[in-house]
């Protein structure tokens, strides 16, 4: 018999799904829950496991192609119907399979092994393995049980770009430019192209990433405000806490947990910025699950604290930490992705003052916490050196107006601001 895989849900509202890469392909066995594709989000490329074991008979939809929630992507022929079902793709020629696969005698003799190596690497090691042209199988792994790290194709990899010239003769520089160069910019306008120019292919992750973003500044009607927060207190109770912090929970203490926490007290004081647009109604969102922007070697990705109000200073830093250090490794479930009703985009990391985020509709809202940095302030009718922080705000014109906007942004000014280096986290 065949197990029919579905597109899954991405995430509330979410209605459709865009194929990014098939980790298996027609014929290859799969055990339950082991990654069989990759999906594309606007954020990050989820992992979609086997409901079952088997193997896989039929790729019902391409690499590159969106389809809607719910739509058949594949076929595993599970115990008793594997080979019936591969022998009738073989006979439709529906698939790009070789004459011989219905008769593996001889070939899938050799195949265990190499299918045995395949099975170690995991999703995050394929990938590189594929952008850089590596063989993992011609790399020595260093990991545990001798497993192939992304390090170790890292290693691989740069060994190879030195060693490259010594054995290939240089390409011509004109080859860099294709004979037929793309005539139309994404934004409409003719692409000016010099010969020495390089073209990148778009990944669809950024394909995913450029039409959401399109489609959210071209829908929903943005407005910004931004107000700044004296957090020298703030700033004291971190250098106060932080080692003793890292000590008892295993875990730095960062600022990103305060701002969680501000934000959980201004979606408290304005309800509306935890809600979504939905046409005819407005969506007011129960629980409180903000998105944490994490910057990834594959990109950013926005993973979800959920039930950030039920969280203390501690709980939130660990919860936070946690998702970034998943999404890096790329460990990330699509429960981690999906559900978020708020956004905080920590853009101060990169050392920037002053942002202007795009919504992750259909939220609402998402904040930026600047760079803190010390200027000369007016206190008290006198001129102080103080730890400040610029607070950005980007909302849905729709469904918040600016007294509303203004009165969320000043709740989190007011929450930073009254944190003292007496403060308990606890």
């Not at 190499?114 to 990938?127: C, I, K, L, N, T």
């Amino acid at each position: 018999m065949a197990e029919t895989v579905l597109m899954p849900q991405l995430g509330e509202s979410v209605t459709e799904g865009t194929l990014g890469q098939w980790l298996k392909k027609v014929g290859d066995s799969v055990d339950k829950y082991e990654s069989l594709l990759e999906v594309t989000t606007d954020k990050v490329n989820a992992e979609v496991p086997s409901p079952v074991a088997g193997t896989i008979s039929k790729i019902l939809v391409e690499e590159g192609q969106t389809v809607p929630v719910g739509t058949p992507i594949c076929e595993i022929a599970v115990e008793g119907g594997e080979s019936a079902t591969v022998e009738d793709e073989a006979a439709t020629g529906t698939e790009e399979s070789s004459p011989a696969q219905p008769q593996p005698t001889q070939e899938a003799a050799s195949a265990p092994q190499d299918e045995a190596h395949r099975g170690r690497y995991s999703p995050a090691v394929r990938r590189l393995a594929k952008e850089t042209g590596v063989d993992p199988l011609t790399v020595q792994g260093t990991g545990a049980g001798g497993r192939v790290t992304r390090n170790d194709i890292l290693e691989a990899s740069q060994h190879k770009a030195s060693t490259a010239p010594a054995t290939s003769p240089k390409p011509a520089a004109p080859t860099l430019a294709p004979s037929a160069p793309p005539a139309v910019a994404a934004a409409g306008a003719p692409a000016a192209v010099d010969a020495d120019d390089t073209f990148i292919p778009v990944t669809n992750v950024r394909r995913v990433i450029a039409e959401r973003m399109v489609r959210s500044k071209q829908t929903v009607p943005h407005a910004w405000l931004m107000v700044e927060a004296d957090v020298t207190g703030l700033v004291a109770l971190r250098e106060k806490l932080k080692t003793e912090f890292k000590t008892r929970e295993g875990v730095n203490l960062t600022y990103v947990p305060f701002m969680l926490r501000a934000i959980v007290e201004a979606l408290r004081a304005v309800p509306m910025m935890n809600a979504q647009w939905n046409g005819d109604t407005i969506v007011m969102k129960k629980h409180i699950n903000i998105g944490m922007a994490a910057a990834t070697d594959r990109g950013l990705i926005v993973p979800v604290v959920r039930d950030a109000d039920q969280k203390n200073i501690v709980g939130l830093a660990k919860a936070s930490q946690d998702l970034v250090q998943r999404s890096r490794t790329g460990r990330l479930t699509m429960d981690d992705l999906s559900g978020g009703t708020f956004t905080l985009d920590n853009t101060g990391a990169v050392g920037t003052v002053l942002t202007y985020p795009i919504i992750n509709a259909p939220e609402v809202g998402i904040v930026t916490m600047e760079s803190i940095v010390k200027r000369p302030v007016v206190v008290n009718d006198m001129i102080a050196v103080r730890s400040m922080v610029n607070v950005c705000l980007s909302f849905d014109h729709r469904v918040v107006d600016g007294a509303e906007a203004g009165l969320f942004v000043r709740t989190i000014k007011q929450h930073l601001e009254s944190i003292t280096p007496q403060t308990s986290i606890y």
